[in-house]
């Protein structure tokens, strides 16, 4: 330790009361010299750098010899800096994605950016009574041991996943997301206030027509010959398939669609609350089908079969996959036009003229548009036109052809 100053009074001349102390400092310590290679990792080094202390600390000595008991300490003390260096190393390395090797740390960090690869991966808990059961995360880091090429897989996916936006915060994403839904085609949201807070009301189309409140078992089987009826129960096994996947990779849990029969809403409901702001209100809604009544006449080329004009042209006025009233293919409150219908018609090679004798909603109620051209629809309207029967509330029209062949 430094002593301690000594300290001097003087008075200037001719003035006692003019005093002035004065402490005598001792000098500033010389500076510390720091020498030691902070970047020395491996055993070679270490060794380098105390053998070259040693022989800087003990200039006398000349000769230093491998069976010298200092060499000795040396050497011991050098393998452990290196041991622990490695371990360093390997430690650091697991706290980053990209040079964590331990199965166990890629799956943490991968879930920390919103990754989850154990769901991903459709793995389960073992039954609790089942002796030397496994979690679900335990049997991923097993098999990624075992492969660790699944492993690099789920590394390079989850930052990619990242650049997916999934959270429903503004409307938009509140109709992106639904739309990315496998049941939904077509989805809108609109944030209103209720009086005390805003509330998101979000309307979907849904395939086949379903609503909210319905299941896939709703779907009907009307008019459909034995073909047509296993293609349809193809497409609800696949709709299925689709939406368990999807409840899989957005986290939502197993869920079987066979046995439990939940309705659309309460799959929906669950998907978007999963990823809805906290405390944000949403209100799933249907959209207001309007159904639209037609007569249609065409005219046909001479040398064109009407069958095939008529098979043609309900193809093109149907509800299916590409038809002009296809579910999903008109967004809400969106005009229908008749020229648009007309430019469909024509499109059918033969037909010449299209006339629409009759063009309006289905009701009573409802003035004929044929003349104006446009029905005019608002809101969560949507226009369709199922053409089935039993169904006329669904929108139907008739079609009229005039010339061609018979048959």
């Known amino acids: 330790m430094a002593d301690t100053p000594q300290i001097h009074l003087d008075f200037e001349e001719n003035c006692p009361d003019c005093g002035r102390r004065r402490a005598g400092l001792p000098a500033p310590l010389p500076e510390i010299g720091d020498d030691f290679d902070w970047l020395l990792r491996d055993y070679d080094g270490f060794r380098l750098f105390m053998m070259e202390e040693l022989m800087a600390r003990f200039p006398q000595r000349a000769r230093w010899t491998p069976a010298d008991m200092e060499v000795v300490l040396v050497e011991v003390l050098s393998s452990a800096l290196d041991q622990l260096s490695d371990m360093m190393d390997r430690v650091a390395g697991e706290a980053f994605l990209e040079t964590a090797r331990q199965p166990a740390s890629v799956r943490r960090l991968l879930a920390m950016m919103g990754y989850d690869a ?56 509140y109709a992106l ?28 189309i849904c395939r086949h027509h379903l609503l909210l409140d319905q299941t896939l078992g709703d779907i009907p089987f009307d008019g459909l010959d034995n073909d047509g009826a296993d293609r349809l129960r193809e497409h609800i096994q ?27 809403r309460a799959l929906l409901q669950a998907y978007v609350n999963r990823y809805r702001m906290a405390g944000q209100e949403t209100v799933l809604e249907d959209a207001l089908p309007v159904g639209i009544a037609m007569a249609v006449s065409l005219g046909i080329g001479p040398a064109y079969f009407q069958s095939e004009i008529r098979h043609a042209a309900s193809r093109i006025l149907g509800s299916e996959a590409g038809g002009f009233f296809a579910p999903g293919r008109r967004g809400f409150g969106e005009d229908l036009h008749a020229g648009d219908i007309f430019q469909a018609l024509l499109a059918i090679e033969g037909v010449e003229t299209v006339c629409l004798n009759r063009f309006k909603r289905v009701g009573k109620g409802w003035p004929d548009c044929a003349g104006s051209g446009t029905i005019v629809l608002s809101d969560l309207e949507t ?17 009229t052809i005039n010339g061609g062949k018979k048959g």
């Open 118 to 173: 154990v769901t991903r991966g459709g793995y389960q808990d073992d039954p609790p009574h089942l002796p030397h059961g496994k979690t679900a995360a335990e049997k991923l880091d097993i098999d990624w041991q075992a492969h660790p090429h699944l492993m690099d897989q789920a590394r390079q996916s989850g930052p990619a996943a990242l650049n997916r936006q999934k959270r429903m915060v503004t409307e938009k994403d």
């Open 177 to 204: 997301g639904l739309e990315a839904h496998p049941l939904v085609l077509y989805a809108s949201a609109r944030s209103v206030w209720n009086g005390s807070w805003q509330t998101v009301r979000a309307a979907v």
């Open 238 to 264: 696949q709709i299925r398939t689709d939406v368990e996947e999807f409840n899989l990779t957005r986290g939502l849990g197993p869920w079987d669609l066979d046995l439990e029969q939940p309705t659309i």
């Open 383 to 399: 226009a369709v036109c199922d053409n089935a029967p039993g169904r006329p509330q669904q929108g139907y029209y008739t079609l």
